[in-house]
């Protein structure tokens, strides 16, 4: 059984701070990484996706992937309080199928 | 209408009635999910039908059960539901290409059901 293990939160930064959520997951045989984020009472929003080892930047959102420590991290940077939400990591590793952790919740303080 | 949508928004049933969920997707996708996200769980892949096809049941009750007539429309039926069954059910649907490591899933609103 595939696992995606996140820490549940509330983790909360000031407005313009670095946001650091964190994901691991079990099966070494993943391939591919997602980043979702959830606002209270909507669906999930894709924000990042990573294939390979090392960082994949988009705008604010980096993303960072080290397969051998099964580790995939999300880095914010100048958080905004609109960033507020529960970021959802999931794990790609078959074809059509997506392994979701529980999330994290972020809390940007203006 | 754009992107992934479903209806109805929320549902509120008994536990002897039967009713659908209906998701349309206009991204031109070919593979289509069915999802349940209850209170302090995890999202909980239910079904996945790729090109029409079935090719997940991950151990879903009977009481729940999918249909997907076209590459563009997944309906979830449901008949004698239980209240534990009340949750967040969300469609999404993505572009497979037969290979691995490409899976951008892209989420509709959901329906927001209640069992009483």
Do not use: A, F, K, M
């Given at each position: 059984q595939k696992e995606v293990e996140q820490n549940s939160g509330p983790l909360s930064v000031p407005e313009g701070a670095i946001a650091s959520l964190n994901c691991t997951y079990?099966?070494?045989?993943?391939q591919s990484f997602f980043w979702y984020r959830q606002y209270s009472g909507k669906s999930p929003e894709l924000i990042m996706f990573i294939y390979s080892n090392g960082d994949k930047e988009d705008g604010r959102f980096t993303a960072q992937l080290n397969k051998a420590s099964q580790y995939v991290s999300l880095l914010i940077r100048d958080?905004?309080?609109?960033?507020?939400a529960t970021y959802l990591c999931a794990e790609g590793g078959g074809y059509s199928t997506l392994t979701f952790g529980k999330g994290t919740m972020l809390l940007v303080s203006p | 209408e754009t992107g992934v949508t479903q209806t109805p928004r929320h549902l509120v049933m008994g536990m002897t009635n039967k009713k659908s969920l209906k998701c349309e997707q206009?991204?031109?996708?070919n593979a289509m999910y069915w999802y349940k996200q209850s209170a302090k769980k995890p999202l909980e892949l239910m079904f996945v039908y790729s090109l029409e096809e079935r090719?997940?049941?991950?151990?879903?009750?009977?009481?729940f059960s999918p249909e997907c007539p076209n590459s563009s429309h997944l309906f979830l039926h449901l008949h004698?539901?239980?209240?534990?069954?009340?949750a967040l059910y969300l469609c999404a649907s993505s572009r497979e290409t037969g290979t691995s490591g490409t899976n951008e899933q892209f989420f509709g609103p959901g329906t927001r059901l209640t069992v009483l």
């Open positions: 079990s099966d070494r045989g993943s958080s905004q309080p609109s960033d507020s | 206009h991204l031109g996708h090719v997940e049941n991950n151990s879903v009750p009977s009481r004698t539901l239980q209240p534990e069954d009340s």
